[in-house]
């Protein structure tokens, strides 16, 4: 499929300003590339054109526009991945094609498309450890922002019961449950904003989403969960969890890496 995609150039060090800016507008289609030795991030763009002059604006540079083909870059891109090590025996096989699973431990497999979910983000890596951290056999988990399904796929191989994959995006719906395929587990995926209408209890909720986001999905929430945030960027670590604490909810755990900070809260 071809698409018509926003390409514009930006310093590496702003790169996570850049995706919360984005975040902001509701813009999260969109894929980076960057080389190692270079300062220079280049953001190729899905989103509506009036967002977009916008969002430049902010940032103050221009963009070129493109007509992008799905099946190439993912392909170029999913070459260059390898496999993640996300910590404590957890791992992510971003190309199956290519690498052969990690002989010890639980790998999750991937098959790189439009949605977010590598398990390279350490916002992902933080999510799921957090999950390993506190997951019970057979607890009911919902993965609110699924991405490709990598959180759900490992909430599955770490023995959740019901497990409820949610995202806004189709393209992420349409990958999570590929993902559900290649990893042989079972999973519902729904396309849906945030826990709107959805009237089910869930023993753990997870989320890695942005700060502004979050901050809607915790007038959502209902008590007696184990609540795992991610994606908070360091400049709203303090907000995130005084938001929490003041709906009575008790932390339980904190990290941060990098520019990316998790929690888990208890309510
Ligand atoms: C940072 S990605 C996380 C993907 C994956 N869970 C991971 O950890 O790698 C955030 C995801 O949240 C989704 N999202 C953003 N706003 C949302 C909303 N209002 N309701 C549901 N999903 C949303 C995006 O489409 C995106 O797939």
């Known amino acids: 499929m071809k698409r018509k995609a926003f390409k514009f150039k930006i310093d590496k060090s702003i790169s996570d300003e850049i995706m919360e800016l984005l975040a902001n507008y509701d813009c999260q289609n969109f894929y980076s590339e960057s080389y190692p030795n270079d300062d220079v991030e280049v953001f190729h763009l899905f989103c509506d054109e009036d967002k977009v002059d916008e969002i430049m604006k902010k940032v103050g540079v221009s963009f070129e526009l493109e007509w992008v083909e799905d099946e190439k870059w993912i392909k170029k891109w999913s070459e260059s991945l390898k496999i993640v090590n996300v910590g404590n025996d957890l791992y992510v096989n971003p190309n199956p094609s290519k690498f052969k699973d990690p002989k010890d431990g639980i790998t999750v497999k991937i098959v790189p498309g439009m949605a977010f979910g590598t398990g390279e983000h350490e916002s992902t890596k933080i999510a799921i450890r957090f999950l390993q951290k506190v997951m019970k056999k057979g607890a009911n988990?919902?993965?609110?922002?699924?991405?490709?399904?990598?959180?759900?796929?490992?909430?599955?191989?770490?023995?959740?019961?019901?497990?409820?994959?949610?995202?806004?995006?189709?393209?992420?719906?349409?990958?999570?449950?590929?993902?559900?395929?290649?990893?042989?587990v079972d999973y519902e995926v729904r396309k849906n904003n945030l826990m709107e209408g959805i009237d089910e209890s869930f023993d753990i909720v997870v989320a890695n989403i942005y700060y502004d986001v979050i901050i809607k999905l915790l007038d959502q929430l209902s008590r007696g969960i184990v609540f795992?945030?991610?994606?908070?960027?360091?400049?709203?670590?303090?907000?995130?969890?005084?938001?929490?604490?003041?709906?009575?909810?008790?932390?339980?755990?904190?990290?941060?890496?990098?520019?990316?900070?998790?929690?888990?809260f208890s309510w």
């Open 228 to 264: 795992i945030v991610s994606g908070i960027d360091k400049s709203h670590e303090k907000d995130m969890e005084q938001a929490c604490i003041k709906r009575e909810m008790n932390l339980i755990d904190k990290v941060c890496e990098g520019e990316w900070c998790g929690f888990i």
């Open 141 to 184: 988990v919902c993965d609110v922002g699924c991405g490709s399904g990598v959180i759900s796929a490992f909430a599955a191989k770490l023995g959740a019961g019901r497990i409820l994959a949610i995202d806004v995006d189709p393209l992420a719906v349409k990958q999570s449950l590929e993902t559900a395929k290649l990893n042989n």
